[in-house]
Structure formats: structure tokens, C-alpha cells
């Protein structure tokens, strides 16, 4: 008898490892993912700015992170600076052109795990209709169920050259580079 449930115990484990075959897709937490970047002004200091309007979904997989994927749109209207003549200005042609282009987009095209909790995260990234690859370095911070849900969270950074996608207004008086912050939190998209 007790062989045979060792039997049936080793079953249950080689099953439950075996069933996890593909990632599991997650909705970004709108209340808890932020996208910030920074940029200098003139020397003075950095301002920051965030886009408040997103879409888009992540599949993760901790065990196999580099079968991760990650699509993102971003509504660059939701430019916010806290300064609402800096929001105009940046809305327009010197920046993001918003009247003729109404979406930055990001698509993954590549992760690597670097470290037990650390990864690099490359991808396509697409601003004012010019598309270059952009890598960001990611921190897995924690995966846990929360109030009855999955929920996954990460820390990432990068940062580009604004210039590389036409936007040269003003340089070197405001800075060329841009660093980029968020802190994205998921939540696991419940079977209907």
C-alpha cells in the first residue's frame, strides 16, 4: 500500500510539473504600474514625466523567463509633467507630435535571465513612427497569490536617445538622453 501511494506521489509531482507547459498571461495592475522617464533641463535638474494612459499584456513564466513575452501601447496624450503648459509643449511637434502620432509602442523580442532575480529585456520600440530596439534591465521582485489572485511584480530600467528617433528639439540644451523607470505590477487574467 504504501508503494503504491509513493507511486501515485510521484504521478501527482511529474503531472503538476508537466502541465505548466506555456506562460500565463497577465493584465498590468492600472492602480500599481508606473511609467516614468527623466530628462535634463539645461543642467538645473531632471524633470520627470509619466504617461498615465496604457495597454497591453505579459505573458511569465518564472521557471522558463526567456519564453516570457510582453506587449505594451502607450497614449503619449497622457504625457503629465505636473506643469500643464509643459504637458501642451511636449504633446506637440518639438516632442511627441500627439496630432499625428497617437501610440508608442514596445514589443519584446528577446529575455534573458542574467541572475536568480535579475534579466534583461529587449524588444522593438516604435516613437513617432520610427522603430528602434531598446533594452531594459529588469528586477523580478515577487510572485504571490493576493487577495484570490495571482499577482507579479518587476522593477525595470533603460534608457535611449531621443535623438535616434527624431525628436532633437533643443539639444543639448535639453538632454539627448532619456532615462526610463517603471515599476510594473500584473495580475493573472482569469479563465471566462
Known amino acids: 500500500m504504501h508503494k503504491f501511494l509513493a507511486i501515485i506521489g510521484v504521478f501527482s509531482i511529474f503531472w503538476a510539473f508537466s502541465a505548466k507547459a506555456e506562460p500565463e498571461m497577465y493584465d498590468f495592475d492600472q492602480g500599481h504600474t508606473r511609467i516614468l522617464f527623466f530628462v535634463n533641463h539645461a543642467g538645473f535638474s531632471d524633470v520627470i514625466g509619466e504617461f498615465a494612459e496604457y495597454g497591453g499584456y505579459f505573458m511569465f513564466d518564472k ?5 516570457s513575452y510582453v506587449t505594451i ?4 496624450s497622457s504625457v503629465d509633467t505636473r506643469h500643464g503648459g509643459l504637458n501642451d509643449h511636449l504633446r506637440g511637434k518639438d516632442f511627441f507630435n500627439t496630432p499625428v502620432y497617437n501610440s508608442i509602442n514596445f514589443v519584446s ?8 532575480n535579475t534579466g534583461k529585456l529587449t524588444g522593438d520600440l516604435t516613437l513617432l513612427g520610427v522603430t528602434k530596439p531598446l533594452t531594459f534591465d529588469v528586477n523580478f521582485n515577487k510572485q504571490d497569490e493576493f487577495f484570490g489572485r495571482m499577482h507579479v511584480g518587476f522593477s525595470l530600467k533603460a534608457k535611449l536617445k531621443r535623438s535616434d528617433f527624431s525628436m532633437d528639439y533643443k539639444i543639448p540644451l535639453i538632454g539627448d538622453e532619456i532615462s526610463i523607470l517603471v515599476q510594473a505590477e500584473g495580475t493573472k487574467r482569469q479563465n471566462d
Open 63 to 67: 521557471d522558463k523567463p526567456e519564453e
Open 73 to 76: 501601447t502607450i497614449n503619449p
Open 109 to 116: 523580442t528577446k529575455i534573458e535571465k542574467t541572475e536568480e
